[in-house]
């Protein structure tokens, strides 16, 4: 092989015998160089746009508005409030969808075992037979007429019964110190079908969805309490165990009504003293999350508090675990409440009650003095 030279004898090529020009080795080494510099360079350009979108969708999370227009399994809500469960009255319900409340949840519609507790005024509000059903559907109705959706809440009272109820472990009942029994394991199942065939009448009666009532120490709550479920089967003992009687009904729903309907549950948060721990109230909030409901709202055994805010800690904690959208709800009053929740957390949706039910129109007049 002979290489040729220029004048001043500088190796110009390689040839070959033929007289073909061979790059020179030197070149091959340049050329793979560059590829890999240029490889180096797509890759961090990648990286560095993943980084961008990832600090951009954290920055938008952080700043979520009240007035957002969000998608709640197949509902497209126009913005973040929610009507929390205090009233069955139509047209009040009318009157706050009216005033642009995105959902709306009915006061505890009862599943069976009639006792109303004496906090339930305007006579009767039950699901347990098909006599309701005209009755039921005027809150459908009722909300639908203004773009609004609502959910029945179904509600047990247990310990909160006016009358002879059922709990865990047979505790005294909270009002006039009522009788309650035992749950045995035929006790709990007939219980559980109450609400399933609550949720497949609210289905009947054109609501959106159905919300399981898990908070204020009523049957479900209690089944979550160290002090008043002392069971050692295999609804008591842990953490899990006392969640199983409400997962099993948010299953037992689930597959009666299929998968078109909003299934919410609302849980207390943590009470010491009445036996609700930080971690079962956590585990209970990713069981729920496994068990596949929509929607979670944090509630507590005290529904009413001289403070703001005063779930929202404990809202905050549950929403840095669960994927599941959570709401917060008591004691929230103004604008500038709802908006430090929504950007100071991973909180989805904001619950009013009494705020709500004094002055219907909170929210059009946030509307018109924020937007």
């Known amino acids: 092989m002979e290489n040729e030279k220029n004048q001043t004898g500088e190796e110009l090529i390689d040839i070959d015998e033929k007289g073909n020009p061979i790059e020179k080795k030197e070149e091959k080494k340049e050329k793979k160089s560059s590829n890999i510099c240029k490889y180096i360079m797509m890759i961090i350009i990648i990286l560095f746009l993943i980084g961008l979108c990832f600090f951009y969708l954290k920055y938008q999370k952080k700043n979520k508005g009240v007035f957002d227009e969000t998608t709640l399994k197949n509902l497209k809500l126009k913005n973040r409030v929610i009507f929390g469960a205090i009233s069955h009255d139509p047209k009040k ?6 005033n642009e409340v995105a959902l709306i949840v009915t006061e505890g519609c009862m599943v069976g075992d009639y006792y109303p507790t ?59 110190d009522i009788e309650t029994k035992a749950m045995t394991k035929e006790d709990i199942l007939r219980i559980q079908d109450y609400f399933v065939q609550g949720a497949i009448r609210a289905k009947k009666a054109g609501f959106d969805g159905i919300e399981i009532h898990g908070g204020h120490l009523h049957l479900v709550s209690s089944f979550f309490s160290k002090v008043f479920n002392r069971r050692t089967d295999e609804y008591g003992g842990s953490d899990e165990n006392r969640a199983r009687f409400l997962i099993e009904i948010i299953k037992k729903i689930r597959e009666a009504i299929g998968n078109d309907m909003i299934i919410s549950a609302k849980i207390d948060c943590v009470d010491e003293n009445m036996g609700f721990t930080e971690s079962g109230f956590l585990t209970a909030g990713k ?85």
């Open 93 to 98: 319900i009318e009157e706050v969808a009216k």
């Open 118 to 176: 004496p906090l339930q005024n305007g006579g009767p509000f039950r699901v347990d037979s098909d006599e309701y059903l005209e009755e039921l559907k005027k809150f459908p109705e009722a909300a639908h007429k203004y773009n609004s959706y609502i959910l029945l809440d179904l509600v047990h009272f247990g310990l909160n019964s006016a009358g002879p109820s059922y709990s865990p472990s047979g505790d005294r009942g909270v009002y006039k």
């Open 287 to 371: 069981c729920l999350e496994e068990a596949g409901v929509d929607l979670i709202e944090v509630t507590g055994v005290k529904a009413v508090r001289n403070e703001d805010m005063y779930f929202y800690n404990d809202t905050k904690k549950l929403a840095e675990i669960v994927n599941v959208p959570v709401t917060c709800i008591g004691g929230i009053k103004t604008y500038e409440q709802a908006d430090y929740i929504l950007k100071n957390s991973k909180i989805e949706y904001i619950g009013m009650s009494r705020s709500l039910l004094k002055k219907s129109d909170v929210v059009k007049e946030w509307y018109q003095n924020n937007k």
